[in-house]
C-alpha cells in the first residue's frame, strides 16, 4: 500500500492564479480531509469528505473547493491563489469503523508558495 | 477557529531526560489524539485515549486523558535522538468528524 500520496511536492504560484493539489489513498477509507498548517498555528481543517459525493467546510474553507467523485481521490482546488494561502498542505484519510477508528493517516504535504 | 493550548511551545533535553508536555482544552471532548511530526513529513498517529483518567503507553511514551476531560499530557521517558519533531496533540468529539489540533511542542534532544 502507498497509503496517502499528494502531489505536487511544492508549488509556487502568482497571486490569482488557480490550481489543485491532488491527493490519493488506497486503503478504501471513506473518510479524508484537508489540512492546512501555519508556523504556530498547528493544524487547520479546510475541507473534509466521509464519501463519495459528500464534502462539508472545516474551520478555514474560504478560498478553497473540494470534491469526491470516487474513494481513493479528493482534490482540493484554490480558486484564486491569495498570499495569505501560502502554507502546507496535508491529506489525511481514515476508516469510519474498526478497530483504527481514530488512526488517521497523513500524506506527505504540498508546500505551496504564493507570491 | 478554536485551538488547543499545548505547552510548552519548545523544548532542548539532554538524550536520556525523560519530557513531558501537555494540552489543555476550554472544551470537552471524548477523544484525545497524539501526533509526532517529523521534518518533511505529515503527522503519525503516537497514542489514541478515548475516556477520563484512561493512561496509555506506546513503548517509552506514555499518555493521559485529564479527568476533567479538559487536559491530556504526554510523557517520553529516556529520550533519544530520534524523538526529535514536534509533538502534536488533538481532541474529537464522538459523533463528528472533526479534530482540532494544538499548536505543537518543538523538541530538541541533545546527544
Known amino acids: 500500500n502507498a497509503g496517502v500520496t499528494q502531489t505536487p511536492k511544492f508549488q509556487v504560484l502568482k497571486t490569482g492564479q488557480s490550481m489543485t493539489l491532488q491527493c490519493a489513498q488506497d486503503m478504501n477509507h471513506e473518510y479524508m480531509s484537508w489540512y492546512r498548517q501555519d508556523p504556530g498555528m498547528g493544524l487547520r481543517l479546510i475541507h473534509y469528505s466521509v464519501g463519495a459525493g459528500i464534502t462539508d467546510q472545516g474551520e478555514v474553507p474560504n478560498g478553497y473547493n473540494v470534491s469526491r467523485s470516487t474513494t481513493e481521490d479528493f482534490p482540493l482546488r484554490l480558486l484564486s491563489a491569495a498570499p495569505s494561502q501560502t502554507s502546507v498542505y496535508f491529506c489525511?484519510?481514515?476508516?469510519?469503523?474498526?478497530?483504527?477508528?481514530?488512526?488517521?493517516?497523513f500524506g506527505p504535504g504540498t508546500r505551496l508558495t504564493v507570491l | 477557529g478554536q485551538q488547543l493550548n499545548q505547552s510548552p511551545q519548545s523544548m532542548f533535553i539532554q538524550e536520556g531526560e525523560d519530557v513531558s508536555m501537555n494540552c489543555t482544552s476550554s472544551?470537552?471532548?471524548?477523544?484525545w489524539l497524539w501526533y509526532k511530526q517529523e521534518p518533511g513529513e505529515g503527522p503519525v498517529l503516537l497514542i489514541a485515549?478515548?475516556?477520563?483518567?484512561e493512561l496509555t503507553s506506546n513503548g517509552r511514551l506514555t499518555a493521559q486523558f485529564g479527568i476533567t476531560r479538559k487536559d491530556s499530557f504526554l510523557n517520553i521517558s529516556a529520550s533519544i535522538p530520534s524523538d526529535v519533531g514536534i509533538y502534536f496533540c488533538a481532541q474529537g468529539a464522538s459523533g463528528t468528524y472533526k479534530y482540532i489540533f494544538g499548536t505543537g511542542t518543538r523538541l530538541k534532544v541533545l546527544a
Open positions: 489525511a484519510s481514515r476508516g469510519i469503523a474498526g478497530t483504527s477508528y481514530n488512526e488517521q493517516f
Open positions: 485515549l478515548y475516556k477520563a483518567g
Open positions: 472544551s470537552i471532548f471524548n477523544t
